[in-house]
């Protein structure tokens, strides 16, 4: 887990901006990302929430390119929580306008450069104007391979597993059958390889329901700029940061006695 500190940053490179790719001794399959504080950007430039929302939706598009310049199979975005629906009524309304204003916008971009979107979450309790959309900007690119991106909007990671278990229990699978992988394969993810490194913008320091079955494992980077200051820069950093630790799933280093466990604990 790691931390920064960097507050501010310069505006988002567009595509082509001639930032230098670092070079990498390993980077991630698969990158998740909760965009948090677009509200406490606005908060400091004297501007509404909606203004901030607005502005994080601009901050997508370079952070999606700039993955998958380095090679990024999987990008899953938590833009809309479960739990969001609990926020005023103005707020809730502008991010789910600013989410088909994405799709609006940048569809057509996202297919020529071949990326796969995919929604996560429940689909149901969206406008109906945003249901179509999600649903046509998922068939139209459901063929493209260069890069996944998941669009988690009405999503929450424990709901994500009790649908999982419901499928279970509908199939008739017998409770001795009933496996992690029998669960994983059952999750909105199924299929994908599980996040290797989760990122979150905002200064918090928490999950708040996001992939909790799927992140596990994950590396945490944490950042105290907010998402809408989150650039090509900022990508490259986290990268360069996951790239330096060494993930042990459990197990201990090559050449550290058995015994090193029992002092230690788990481990990481």
């Given at each position: 887990?790691?931390?920064?500190?960097?507050?501010?940053?310069p505006e988002?490179?567009?595509?082509?901006?001639?930032?230098?790719?670092?070079?990498?001794?390993?980077r991630?399959r698969?990158?998740?990302i909760?965009?948090?504080?677009?509200?406490?950007?606005?908060?400091?430039?004297?501007?509404?929430?909606?203004?901030?929302?607005?502005?994080?939706?601009?901050?997508?598009?370079?952070?999606?390119?700039?993955?998958?310049?380095?090679?990024v199979?999987?990008?899953?975005?938590?833009?809309?929580?479960t739990?969001?629906?609990?926020?005023?009524?103005?707020?809730?309304?502008?991010i789910?306008?600013l989410?088909g204003?994405?799709?609006?916008?940048?569809l057509?971009?996202l297919?020529r450069?071949?990326v796969q979107?995919?929604?996560?979450g429940?689909p149901?309790r969206?406008?109906?104007?945003?249901?179509?959309?999600?649903r046509?900007?998922?068939?139209?690119?459901a063929?493209?391979?260069?890069m996944?991106?998941n669009?988690?909007f009405?999503?929450?990671?424990?709901?994500?597993?009790v649908?999982?278990?419901?499928?279970?229990v509908e199939?008739?699978?017998?409770?001795?059958?009933?496996?992690?992988?029998?669960?994983?394969?059952?999750l909105?993810?199924?299929?994908?390889p599980?996040p290797?490194l989760?990122?979150?913008?905002?200064?918090?320091?928490?999950?708040?329901?996001f992939?909790?079955?799927?992140?596990?494992y994950s590396?945490?980077?944490?950042?105290?700029?907010?998402?809408?200051?989150?650039?090509?820069?900022?990508v490259?950093?986290?990268?360069?940061?996951?790239a330096?630790?060494?993930?042990?799933?459990?197990?201990?280093?090559d050449?550290?006695?058995?015994?090193?466990?029992?002092i230690?604990?788990?481990?990481?």
């Amino acid at each position: 887990m790691v931390v920064t500190s960097r507050t501010e940053s310069p505006e988002a490179e567009p595509s082509g901006s001639g930032l230098p790719l670092p070079e990498l001794t390993s980077r991630p399959r698969h990158v998740a990302i909760i965009m948090d504080g677009n509200g406490r950007w606005a908060r400091a430039r004297g501007l509404g929430r909606s203004e901030g929302h607005r502005a994080g939706a601009e901050a997508i598009r370079p952070v999606i390119e700039r993955l998958a310049a380095h090679g990024v199979e999987v990008l899953t975005l938590f833009g809309f929580s479960t739990e969001n629906w609990g926020r005023p009524r103005a707020e809730v309304q502008t991010i789910l306008r600013l989410g088909g204003e994405f799709i609006d916008r940048y569809l057509d971009e996202l297919h020529r450069q071949g990326v796969q979107l995919r929604h996560l979450g429940d689909p149901e309790r969206l406008p109906a104007a945003l249901q179509k959309r999600v649903r046509h900007a998922v068939e139209r690119t459901a063929h493209n391979d260069r890069m996944i991106v998941n669009l988690a909007f009405n999503y929450g990671g424990r709901a994500d597993i009790v649908d999982a278990v419901r499928r279970l229990v509908e199939e008739g699978v017998p409770a001795a059958l009933i496996t992690e992988d029998a669960i994983t394969s059952r999750l909105a993810t199924a299929g994908l390889p599980e996040p290797d490194l989760l990122i979150r913008t905002g200064g918090e320091r928490r999950v708040s329901n996001f992939l909790v079955w799927q992140s596990s494992y994950s590396e945490y980077y944490f950042t105290d700029l907010q998402w809408p200051d989150f650039d090509a820069a900022a990508v490259d950093a986290a990268l360069l940061e996951y790239a330096s630790r060494r993930r042990r799933f459990g197990r201990v280093d090559d050449g550290v006695e058995d015994s090193d466990t029992a002092i230690t604990g788990t481990g990481g």
